[in-house]
């Protein structure tokens, strides 16, 4: 496990050991709610958003590029976010 490469994205852990990557940081949610974000690993970044917002999604955060990745959040017709990545 390792801190983030980028300080901006605030009290999280990266975990990269093999299989699926992923990450545990601390609820940003002032009311303390947890969450889970699944990533999908996609050949175009902005592609993949424009698609999902064609097909009614929102971005719920922008692309943030890291040295080794970049990624996004998006979030589906119901609410429910989804993190697109790229490397």
Known sequence: MQPPADPSVGDYTEISESGIGGGIGAAVDPA???????????????????HAERLGGKLVRP?????????????????????LMSS
């Open 32 to 50: 303390g709610a947890g969450w889970v974000t699944v990533y999908a690993q996609v050949p175009d970044l902005s592609a993949a958003i424009a």
């Open 63 to 83: 692309i943030m590029k890291l040295p080794d990745l970049s990624f996004a959040l998006i979030a589906d017709p119901e609410g429910h976010v989804v993190g």
